[in-house]
T-cell receptor, first 106, second 123 residues
Framework: SYEVTQPPSVSVSPGQAASITCSGDKLGDKYASWYQQKPGQSPVVVIYQDNKRPSGIPERFSGSNSGNTATLTISGTQAMDEADYYC?????????FGGGTKLTVL | QVQLQESGPGLVKPSQTLSLTCTVSGGSFNSDSYYWSWIRQPAGKGLEWIGRIYTRGSTWYNPSLKSRVTISLDTSKNQFSLKLSSVTAADTAVYYCARVVAVAAWGDYFDYWGQGTLATVSS
């Protein structure tokens, strides 16, 4: 079965850019979405179709997807961005989630 | 504003069937632009997709759960439901229902989620 892999954790200083990767075989041939989940809350989509931002999501969130890696970038990271982030793709009509990355802003 | 609300027993005995319902408000339930899905998350772990149902009733399930899962629809009540049979402690998780935006070429994504409901499997 298809798998996508994320680093368990990423740390970033406030105001700096954070990048979270999601790797999978030929992932660039698929669409990737990204979800932010804060403790005790439901996930929220921050990027869909590789690089589209839903309304209400700050411009500092951006995405790219090429080759075997999709990347979520948060520019000018703020303390409020500290959360778990999950990538998601489709394979053979089924949903695949990455294992999640805990973003720490310190 | 679309809202989804999960409901159902919070405690299920091993080997029994877990049954949950998601009630959708705010419109769009019968639109072909969307369909509906269940996702679960064990405590401290990641998200696992369970399956989806289209407004016309067709379903698709996670292969790892397919033999135990049934998702159904009640359009008259704007609800869709999950049944997971023969549960074990490994099925203990927060269960989310979500709306899926249908996009060409499998760019579909989850745009609205319920608040989640904890289902515990224990005797």
């Amino acid at each position: 079965s298809y798998e996508v892999t994320q680093p368990p954790s990423v740390s970033v200083s406030p105001g700096q850019a954070a990048s979270i990767t999601c790797s999978g075989d030929k992932l660039g041939d698929k669409y990737a979405s990204w979800y932010q989940q804060k403790p005790g809350q439901s996930p929220v989509v921050v990027i869909y179709q590789d690089n589209k931002r839903p309304s209400g999501i700050p411009e500092r969130f951006s995405g790219s997807n090429s080759g075997n890696t999709a990347t979520l970038t948060i520019s000018g990271t703020q303390a409020m961005d500290e959360a778990d982030y999950y990538c998601q793709a489709w394979d053979s009509s089924t949903v695949v989630f990455g294992g999640g990355t805990k973003l720490t802003v310190l | 504003q679309v809202q989804l609300q999960e409901s159902g027993p919070g405690l299920v005995k091993p080997s029994q069937t877990l049954s949950l319902t998601c009630t959708v408000s705010g419109g769009s339930f019968n639109s072909d632009s969307y369909y509906w899905s269940w996702i679960r998350q064990p405590a401290g772990k990641g998200l696992e997709w369970i399956g989806r149902i289209y407004t016309r009733g067709s379903t698709w399930y996670n292969p790892s759960l397919k033999s135990r899962v049934t998702i159904s629809l009640d359009t008259s009540k704007n609800q869709f439901s999950l049944k997971l049979s023969s549960v074990t402690a490994a099925d203990t998780a927060v269960y989310y229902c979500a709306r899926v935006v249908a996009v060409a070429a499998w760019g579909d994504y989850f745009d609205y989620w319920g608040q989640g409901t904890l289902a515990t499997v224990s005797s």
